[in-house]
């Protein structure tokens, strides 16, 4: 039954997307969000949706006229192309388990493919926002089953993160969801009925629930920079400080005990185990990146039993660091965007992925000063927001390959267009030489 | 449960993408003017 519901509902989003190219990438990324496969149980369950919107997109993209089409590039994008190539050369060579280093290629793949169809079609106003609109709702259906969850529980529920996804621990879905609330806080005064708006800020009032109920400490850092940073943006300073602390105490308050332990742990982390295994990993991914420095071990091969064992026996040599190990038979994810790349793809990988978060953060920074139109500098804010949670938090986490990361880039990319092809009208609209002509 | 909130994500799902699909039509016709 659930599935053919599911279904029914489906079948409208494949319509529009073979109708309008540009809303097949909004399909798209509500699909990639919402994660149908965790809910269904019958023949819907082994259908791969985004396989099919993603062909969809490419059939309605050949069909249909676009007055709007672009072609991708500019400097961020082939910072990301050249990105997927060193990956891709590092996963040849990889000393890891190459099924598995192939299975986060092909994640890393698809979304680059998505940033590309991003750059060709989102190139006005309506449509950037719609296709965050999209992201959101997808995103919103996890965030308030699971903060709801929570809540109903008083706590007892821990959030574990979203099966089936790229988000599939609590610490990474606490992540992902912080990243998505500058989103929401954006797109939420831009909706055009009230209730909508009320809507979406009680999803951002779920969104640092969320982020409480997963009991992640990195998590909870980075609500307090994203807090921080949106009451730092808001026009309305008082009434935003006022629902954040609402919402956040509430959670605190439902979550008792075990949650101000573990938040308590922040500050005796040099002997947690669990804090002792992350570095453990990152001296590990260092000795993989300083053994192979042009092409890294491949993509998760640090965390495969035979790497960590080999690299293990080295790893005194970066005793000097002061920092005890974790025991020799638990390989552990890198936990770290930086240890991650630079244990995966070497040296020119994680050259390439700070240029990438750079250039990214620059842009945003940039934008959001000095664009011409309100939108664009809010929305260049918030990505900018969202770009200092992901290099604070993913410090601590292995999420390097996200995909909403790099489609929210490809955004940027989009707005900085919009901004500069603003400014093209405008000089020209206002140049002297155009009137004496 | 699951399937209620998942009504109302893909509900407002369509309805972001037929607002959209308006307004793009609104954009390309402004567009086209503009090039006119």
């Not at chain 1, 890891?96 to 991003?118: E, H, N, Q, R």
């Not at chain 1, 929570?150 to 992902?176: E, K």
């Not at chain 1, 000063?369 to 949670?389: E, P, V």
Request: glycine fraction near 8%; include cysteine.
């Amino acid at each position: 039954m659930r599935d053919i519901v599911f279904f029914l509902f489906f079948l409208p989003f494949v319509y529009l997307a073979f109708r309008v190219p540009f809303l097949g990438i909004c399909a798209w990324i509500w699909t990639v969000l919402l994660v149908p496969k965790n809910m269904l149980f019958g023949f819907a369950a082994d259908l791969r949706f985004t396989y099919i919107l993603a062909i969809v997109t490419i059939i309605s993209l050949v069909i249909n006229r676009d007055p709007f089409l672009r072609k991708p590039g500019g400097t961020l994008y082939v910072l990301m192309l050249l990105f997927l190539l060193q990956s891709s050369i590092s996963n040849m060579f990889s000393i890891g388990i190459p099924v598995l280093g192939w299975a986060v290629w092909s994640d890393f793949f698809k979304a680059m493919m998505l940033v590309t169809f991003i750059l060709m079609m989102l190139n006005t106003r309506n449509r950037i926002e719609t296709f965050i609109k999209l992201m959101l709702v997808g995103a919103g259906f996890n965030i308030v089953f699971e903060a709801l969850k929570f809540l109903v529980t008083v706590g007892s529920y821990r959030i574990p993160g979203i099966l089936n996804s790229m988000l599939t621990d609590n610490n990474l879905f606490a992540l992902g969801v912080l990243m998505l609330l500058p989103l929401f806080i954006y797109i939420t005064p831009t909706l055009k009925t009230k209730n909508l708006r009320l809507a979406f800020l009680g999803f951002s009032g779920l969104c640092a629930v969320c982020v409480i109920g997963t009991f992640s400490r990195g998590g909870f850092i980075g609500l307090l920079i994203v807090g921080w940073r949106l009451l730092q943006k808001s026009k309305k300073k008082i009434l935003f400080g006022f629902i954040g602390i609402v919402f956040a105490s509430g959670a605190i308050f439902v979550a008792a005990d075990g949650w101000k332990d573990r938040m308590e742990t922040i500050d005796d982390a040099k002997s947690d185990a669990s804090f002792l295994g992350r570095t453990t990993a990152w001296k590990i991914a260092t000795l993989v990146a300083l053994d192979r420095p042009l092409i890294g071990g491949g993509q998760d091969s640090v965390q495969t039993f035979q790497v960590w064992d080999y690299y293990y026996r080295e790893i005194d040599k970066l005793d000097f660091l002061g920092l005890a190990n974790a025991y020799r038979n638990r390989p552990k994810a890198a936990h770290s965007i930086y240890f991650q790349v630079l244990g995966d793809a070497g040296i020119p990988g994680i050259l390439l992925f700070l240029g990438i978060l750079f250039t990214g953060y620059r842009m945003s920074k940039r934008l959001s000063k000095h664009a011409h139109q309100d939108w664009i500098r809010g929305l260049a804010s918030a990505i900018n927001t969202m770009l200092l949670a992901y290099m604070v938090s993913g410090a601590l986490l292995s999420m390097a390959y996200y995909d909403v990361l790099y489609a929210m880039l490809a955004v940027l990319i989009c707005i900085d267009r919009l901004n500069k092809q603003d400014i093209e009208n405008l000089t020209r609209f206002t140049s002297p030489d155009k009137d004496n002509n | 449960m699951s399937i209620i909130f998942f009504l109302i994500s893909a509900g407002l799902g369509i309805y972001f993408m037929l607002e959209g699909d308006k307004q793009d039509k609104e954009d390309q016709e402004a567009e086209l003017e503009k090039k006119k």
